[in-house]
């Protein structure tokens, strides 16, 4: 058998930044990229927005899970369980804040060589961000420019993790220079020629993402006391850097100290949401911290099914689902954020692996897929586009629904771009106008489709016309 050629070393240090964005974290960076764009972007909607967390499940899990976190604040009594509706409920850049912070667990946060260490950083940049976002807050500034503060705390360590996940032969040279009791910033510069910090600015650089990092006094701030709180809330450092963070928020030391200790308790709370456990022990909270079980415990509606590939059926997910479905939208121009949330029921509470909507042109003569949700679903779309005929127009007559299987098999054109016999059709009815259709199967898993998929498939279809129905044009 043919042996697998090693990784090319780096010509330098230099360039190993670049190495690691394009060899070991390209999903990372492009996903980053993706958020960021949406979230900056004024043109892009809300729904625009869910899309793109909605084509990595595991960042959809996290998504839900923090969007339900106290430390963002949702004071509903119901939980959000559909990433519309956190959209809505929570606004763009918190989303943003949630997203980058989710993406940098899902790369960085599993265990290897140094996984202490990389734990270490991602505890302090969770803290640091949570207090960053505080500061900004009590400045007075905008909740987008506060959110921006946290996403620049979480970012300013990215480099940290990356290096100690990925740096090899430089990761462990730099490892035994710490442990002999070199102090942190000489071991950097004797051992790399640079620093940590620097580090993650070519990586995000690699990224095209470098202004991100502003040389934020607050960042500056809350990235010192997350490191010196770790000895403990009473030591010389935390009571300096407390007397510096007091002086920049114009008040007293011992009312910026209460509020840099509730922080801690809510960085600890964040990291619970976002499923980091493991970065407990490097948050310096004042309290005793939740167990790290905390972070597993499913309960009834818990977005951990969302990261299975194949999400099982869940009755009460759906008539969650199907409740939020008349939040997400107030007009007819909040259209996709209801339809994305309709497909999303479809796949996440009924089970089904491949969601599409199609709608017919303005003219009426093709039938084309907009949004697409669920396991290979994007490929899918790609195929569902046809032109209206006498076939086509037996399927869309108004109400109508079908459930197609060997016996009863779909028509040959739904056949050959789905490749299966079985699935669920739906014409999308309003105001007694077809203007679309909608489709689900379950090939990718194999699994069959039964009564209460069917049931629960029509269910989502006439849910989403009665809210068309009574939204103001």
Same mark, same amino acid.
């Given at each position: 058998m043919?042996r697998?050629?090693?990784?090319?070393?780096?010509?330098?240090f230099?360039e190993l930044a670049r190495?690691?964005a394009?060899?070991?974290?390209?999903? %990372?960076?492009?996903?980053?990229?993706?958020?960021v764009?949406a979230?900056e972007?004024?043109?892009?909607?809300?729904h625009?927005i869910?899309?793109?967390i909605l084509?990595?499940?595991a960042l959809?899990?996290h998504?839900?899970?923090? *969007?339900?976190?106290a430390y963002l604040?949702y004071?509903?009594?119901?939980?959000?369980v559909?990433?519309?509706r956190a959209?809505?409920v929570?606004g763009i850049?918190a989303?943003r $804040?949630?997203c980058?912070s989710?993406l940098t667990i899902?790369a960085m946060?599993?265990?290897?060589r %140094?996984g202490p260490?990389?734990? #270490?950083?991602?505890g302090r940049?969770l803290?640091?961000a949570v207090q960053?976002?505080?500061m900004?807050?009590?400045? =007075?500034?905008?909740?987008?420019?506060?959110?921006r503060?946290?996403?620049?705390?979480v970012?300013?360590?990215?480099?940290e993790?990356?290096f100690?996940c990925?740096?090899?032969?430089?990761?462990q =040279? !730099?490892?035994?220079?710490?442990?002999a009791?070199m102090?942190?910033a000489?071991?950097?510069?004797d $051992?790399?020629?640079? $620093?940590?910090?620097?580090?993650?600015r070519d990586?995000?650089?690699?990224?095209n993402?470098g202004?991100?990092?502003?040389n934020?006094?607050e960042?500056e701030?809350?990235?010192a &006391?997350s490191?010196a709180s770790q000895?403990?809330w #009473?030591t010389v450092?935390v009571m300096?850097?407390?007397?510096?963070?007091?002086?920049?928020?114009?008040?007293s030391?011992? /009312?910026t100290?209460a509020? +840099?200790k509730r922080?801690?308790?809510e960085?600890?709370?964040l990291?619970?949401?976002l499923?980091?456990?493991? $970065?407990?022990p490097?948050?310096?909270s004042?309290s005793?911290?939740?167990?790290?079980?905390?972070?597993?415990?499913? #309960? /009834?509606?818990?977005?951990?099914?969302?990261?299975a590939?194949y999400? #099982? @059926?869940?009755l009460q !997910?759906?008539l969650?689902?199907?409740?939020e479905?008349?939040k997400? *939208?107030?007009?007819?121009?909040?259209l @996709?954020? +209801?339809?994305?949330?309709c497909l999303e029921?479809?796949?996440r509470?009924?089970g089904l692996?491949?969601?599409v909507?199609?709608?017919l042109t303005?003219?009426?003569t093709? &039938?084309?897929?907009?949004? *697409?949700?669920g396991?290979?679903?994007?490929d899918?779309?790609?195929h569902f586009?046809?032109?209206?005929?006498? /076939?086509?127009d037996t +399927?869309?007559?108004?109400q109508a629904?079908h459930w197609?299987?060997e016996?009863s098999?779909a028509p040959a054109?739904?056949?050959?771009?789905?490749?299966t @016999?079985?699935?669920?059709l739906a014409? %999308?009815?309003?105001?007694l106008k077809v203007?679309? !259709? %909608?489709y689900?199967d379950?090939k990718p898993?194999?699994?069959e +489709?039964?009564? /209460?998929?069917f049931?629960?498939?029509?269910n989502?279809v006439?849910?989403?016309?009665?809210?068309?129905?009574a939204l103001p =044009?």
């Amino acid at each position: 058998m043919a042996r697998l050629a090693p990784e090319p070393a780096p010509a330098s240090f230099k360039e190993l930044a670049r190495q690691i964005a394009d060899m070991h974290l390209p999903a %990372f960076g492009m996903t980053l990229q993706a958020v960021v764009q949406a979230t900056e972007s004024d043109a892009l909607s809300g729904h625009q927005i869910a899309e793109v967390i909605l084509h990595d499940p595991a960042l959809t899990s996290h998504v839900l899970r923090a *969007a339900n976190a106290a430390y963002l604040g949702y004071g509903g009594h119901s939980k959000i369980v559909t990433v519309s509706r956190a959209v809505v409920v929570l606004g763009i850049q918190a989303i943003r $804040t949630v997203c980058i912070s989710a993406l940098t667990i899902e790369a960085m946060g599993a265990s290897g060589r %140094f996984g202490p260490r990389v734990q #270490d950083a991602l505890g302090r940049a969770l803290h640091a961000a949570v207090q960053a976002r505080d500061m900004g807050l009590r400045r =007075r500034l905008t909740k987008d420019a506060a959110e921006r503060l946290f996403v620049e705390a979480v970012l300013g360590s990215v480099g940290e993790m990356a290096f100690w996940c990925f740096a090899g032969d430089y990761a462990q =040279r !730099l490892d035994m220079a710490l442990q002999a009791g070199m102090p942190q910033a000489k071991a950097e510069q004797d $051992t790399l020629g640079t $620093t940590l910090r620097q580090f993650g600015r070519d990586l995000l650089q690699a990224w095209n993402l470098g202004a991100i990092l502003q040389n934020s006094k607050e960042v500056e701030l809350a990235t010192a &006391l997350s490191l010196a709180s770790q000895q403990g809330w #009473d030591t010389v450092e935390v009571m300096r850097t407390t007397q510096a963070i007091g002086t920049l928020l114009k008040q007293s030391d011992d /009312e910026t100290l209460a509020s +840099l200790k509730r922080n801690a308790d809510e960085a600890v709370s964040l990291a619970v949401a976002l499923g980091a456990p493991k $970065t407990l022990p490097y948050i310096a909270s004042p309290s005793e911290p939740p167990p790290a079980s905390a972070a597993t415990t499913p #309960d /009834e509606a818990s977005p951990d099914a969302v990261a299975a590939r194949y999400p #099982d @059926p869940n009755l009460q !997910l759906q008539l969650r689902t199907l409740a939020e479905m008349g939040k997400v *939208a107030v007009t007819r121009k909040d259209l @996709p954020m +209801l339809l994305e949330t309709c497909l999303e029921g479809m796949h996440r509470a009924v089970g089904l692996d491949r969601c599409v909507l199609c709608l017919l042109t303005p003219t009426r003569t093709q &039938l084309v897929a907009r949004m *697409a949700m669920g396991h290979g679903a994007a490929d899918l779309r790609q195929h569902f586009m046809w032109d209206c005929g006498a /076939e086509l127009d037996t +399927l869309l007559k108004p109400q109508a629904t079908h459930w197609f299987t060997e016996a009863s098999a779909a028509p040959a054109f739904i056949r050959q771009a789905s490749g299966t @016999p079985h699935c669920f059709l739906a014409a %999308f009815t309003v105001d007694l106008k077809v203007i679309g !259709l %909608f489709y689900a199967d379950r090939k990718p898993s194999g699994r069959e +489709l039964d009564a /209460e998929a069917f049931e629960g498939f029509r269910n989502f279809v006439a849910q989403a016309e009665m809210v068309v129905r009574a939204l103001p =044009r």
